[in-house]
């Protein structure tokens, strides 16, 4: 497109020569064929400048087309070097045995140690202690059939996961009658019966437990 404008305007500016330089002596004979090469000029001017009308616009049309393409294979690069760092995350994490489910990795650990300690080895990680969502999860947590840390600690009165949300009353599975704050320290919450399905114990953060990180992957 750009080859055929160009060898247009070259079209152009070679018959404004010809135009220009068309001398007609004074002989009527001659004067008649000047004006009728003149004629001929103009006309084959005029189809050069139709030509070039037409032709401009799609010339336009093309450059908005490469813009957008470009713009698309932008957002499409983008969006695979984003999937491509989480498949190196996910690879990382499960060759040093973490477990996906539903958009996170998890990793059970194979020893017990108290709640600060558990949620410090999470974060160095680059992870915390699993946080709750839904029953499914919670399901998933008790699959490891262990008494476990949760991300959730008691901030005045109220329950706090590690996220900095507070626990809702639909998205909580506590053992009946707990939390009870058993001698007023118990201000961690661990997975306690696994073998039920409400399985939630409060606890005193310096008890030692096995614990479960969370890393989100999605």
């Known amino acids: 497109m750009t080859k055929a404008i160009s060898d247009l ?34 006309k084959r001017l005029s189809s050069c400048n139709l030509q070039l009308k037409s032709v401009l616009p799609q010339r336009d049309s093309l450059h908005q087309q490469v813009n957008v393409l470009r713009s698309q294979m932008a957002s499409v690069t983008k969006q695979r070097d984003t999937l491509q760092s989480q498949m190196n995350v996910f690879a990382k994490y499960q060759n040093d045995g973490w477990q996906y489910f539903r958009g996170s990795l998890y990793y059970m650990s194979t020893t017990t140690a108290n709640w600060q300690t558990s949620r410090d080895y ?24 262990q008494g476990i840390w949760l991300g959730l600690y008691k901030e005045g009165s109220r329950w706090k ?58």
């Open 122 to 145: 999470c974060v160095s990680k680059g992870a915390d202690l699993v946080i709750i969502n839904d029953a499914a999860e919670n399901n998933f947590a008790r699959g490891f059939k």
């Open 161 to 218: 996961w590690v996220d900095g949300s507070y626990l809702s009353s639909s998205v909580s599975y506590w053992i009946p009658k707990e939390p009870n704050n058993t001698g007023g320290r118990e201000d961690r919450v661990e997975i306690q019966y696994f073998n039920y399905f409400n399985c939630w114990n409060d606890s005193p953060q310096t008890n030692k437990n096995y614990w479960i990180c969370e890393k989100k992957v999605v």
């Open 9 to 42: 305007n070259v079209s152009h500016k070679k018959l404004l020569g010809q135009q220009k330089g068309v001398l007609c002596p004074c002989n009527p004979s001659m004067i008649q064929t000047c004006n009728a090469e003149k004629a001929l000029l103009n």
